[in-house]
């Protein structure tokens, strides 16, 4: 029997193996033949701090301090190019956000200028993040397991969780098609599957998966690989440098119900190509002739608060949750794992505010996807 075992293989999955590793018996099983091939493999893999929350800043600034002197082997998976988060109508509820990243020593500029993808754009507030990076999240899971495996994490590939083991009111294991798997703790880090696993056993989490497409461009005068990232957040709308090209989304998302097993990146949608070259033109003008090639839907899983469930469950025992990480997750990842590792442990967390992130809390309001505003482009 293994001390704890995590399904998933995805970032959270193997951070939290990368900070168990060494001090207890820890096995990762994964229902695809490769690591982190799900929602991990489907970001743009932008480091982004300047978050409009305050427990997403917690998670992605302790991440980003841990990114800003990485132990060896994890260098290449960050190239640092700065950001720029940019609002299209002024919005006071910012200030804050701002000064929290400021009183935390991350730099935040107020205004931007001499960003070519910015050029003949027009926002009413905008700053810049000099020391945001772009992150391999392939590199990431890669590194997180190497390093678990170095201290005796065992991965199991291929293998589909069909159900928990319960008995005595305490989760005790998974089902496989292979038998049972056993273990003091299981951590639940599937991401868009992680609901239906509870729900067999009547524990109801409120968790939806959202589609969102990532779409990519071809070869474009003002793509460099130094290039910060930009983001007009209230627009819904972000580019960053990718292949000589541009990797962009329209901020689009959709509310679906993921099939079992596998696979769960999906086609471009014409209409959703279409709205990404609308908000091109409308936003950032000097993009406006990038040839969008190809790209993909990915799913992003959120609670109704769009705040991350990490922790024990209060209604099963033994049973811990490390998912609704959203669109965060290639920033939130180390931080993630390192609380949930510290939970199992039994440790505090004094750096986040985990009743805010316990699965147990309380929601007032179902999950709402963003509007996508399609007729305003029209």
């Not at 009183?103 to 000099?130: E, F, H, N």
């Not at 589609?211 to 580019?239: C, N």
């Not at 993009?287 to 922790?311: E, H």
Request: net charge negative.
């Amino acid at each position: 029997m293994d001390d704890v075992l995590i399904v998933g293989a995805g970032l959270a999955g193997t951070s939290i193996a990368w900070h168990l590793a060494g001090t207890r018996s820890v096995r990762l099983v994964e229902q695809g033949s490769q690591l982190g091939a799900e929602a991990s493999a489907q970001n743009a893999g932008m480091q982004r701090r300047l978050a409009h929350d305050r427990v997403e800043r917690q998670l992605a600034c302790r991440a980003g301090a841990w990114l800003a002197d990485p132990p060896p082997g994890f260098e290449a998976a960050i190239r640092t190019t700065g950001g720029v988060l940019l609002l299209e109508r002024e919005d006071p509820r910012w200030d804050s956000a701002i000064a929290d990243l400021r009183s935390r020593g991350v730099r935040v500029d107020d205004g931007v200028s001499g960003v070519p993808a910015l050029a003949g754009a027009t926002w009413a507030r905008a700053w810049s993040i000099p020391d945001e990076a772009l992150l391999d999240a392939h590199h990431l899971v890669t590194r997180f397991w190497h390093g678990a495996r170095a201290q005796g994490a065992a991965l199991q590939l291929r293998c589909e969780v069909s159900g928990l083991v319960v008995e005595g009111g305490r989760v005790v294991g998974v089902h496989t098609p292979s038998g049972v798997l056993r273990a003091g703790s299981v951590v639940l880090a599937t991401g868009a599957w992680s609901a239906q696993l509870a729900r067999k056993h009547g524990l109801v989490r409120p968790l939806s998966a959202l589609a969102r497409h990532l779409l990519h461009t071809a070869a474009h005068p003002l793509s460099d690989p130094g290039h910060p990232w930009v983001w007009f957040d209230d627009a819904g709308i972000y580019a960053r440098p990718e292949g000589g090209g541009w990797l962009l989304s329209p901020c689009d998302e959709a509310l679906v119900h993921p099939q079992p097993g596998p696979g769960s990146a999906g086609p471009v949608d014409p209409l959703f190509r279409a709205l990404a070259s609308a908000k091109l033109s409308a936003h950032l003008p000097a993009l406006a002739d990038a040839q969008i090639r190809g790209g993909w839907t990915g799913l992003r899983t959120f609670t109704p608060d769009r705040r991350p469930m990490l922790g024990e469950d209060p209604e099963l025992p033994g049973l811990f949750w490390a998912t609704g990480l959203g669109g965060f997750g290639v920033s939130c990842s180390f931080a993630a794992g390192e609380a949930v590792a510290a939970m199992i442990g039994g440790q505090p967390v004094p750096w986040l505010d985990t009743a805010a992130v316990a699965p147990g809390r309380s929601f007032l309001t179902p999950l709402v996807p963003a509007p996508t505003e399609l007729e305003r482009y029209q």
